[in-house]
């Protein structure tokens, strides 16, 4: 009999987890990430996507965001709902973060394509 692993599987794509970098109009208007340039690097995670069950749907909706994707990665410390996730060069707002002692589950919005 095969021993199954104990680790969690993260094989449904890549993430990078990246904060907006503080940038400013000739105005002083905060302007919106739309490139790499435009963002700080944190990490690099291998993640599993999760379903999007009706309470997650209607708890983002009560906090003011679209569900749009929900993962789950290892936990690294660091990553808050004020990051930015990039999936196959779309950019996502990481919405809402639950952390356990060893998974962080990303609750994400889309942004759009990056530049």
């Known amino acids: 009999m095969q021993k199954r692993s104990e680790f969690a599987r993260y094989n449904d794509g890549v993430v990078h987890i990246y904060?907006?970098?503080?940038?400013?109009?000739?105005?002083?208007a905060k302007l919106n990430a739309t490139a790499l340039d435009d963002l700080q690097f944190i990490a690099k995670l291998s993640y599993a996507e999760q379903s999007k069950r009706q309470q997650?749907?209607?708890?983002?909706?009560?906090?003011?965001?679209?569900?749009?994707?929900?993962?789950?990665?290892?936990?690294?410390?660091?990553?808050?709902?004020?990051?930015?996730?990039?999936?196959?060069?779309?950019?996502?707002?990481?919405?809402?973060?639950?952390?356990?002692k060893t998974e962080l589950y990303?609750?994400?919005?889309?942004?759009?394509?990056?530049?």
Do not use: H, P, W
């Not at 907006?20 to 002083?28: D, I, K, L, Q, V």
């Not at 709902?81 to 639950?98: Q, R």
């Open 56 to 100: 997650d749907i209607e708890f983002a909706n009560q906090q003011g965001f679209s569900l749009e994707l929900k993962i789950r990665t290892r936990f690294i410390k660091g990553i808050d709902n004020k990051c930015k996730a990039v999936i196959n060069g779309v950019l996502y707002d990481v919405s809402y973060v639950d952390a356990t």
């Open 106 to 115: 990303l609750y994400m919005q889309e942004v759009g394509d990056l530049a």
């Open 19 to 28: 904060r907006e970098t503080e940038r400013r109009s000739n105005f002083g």
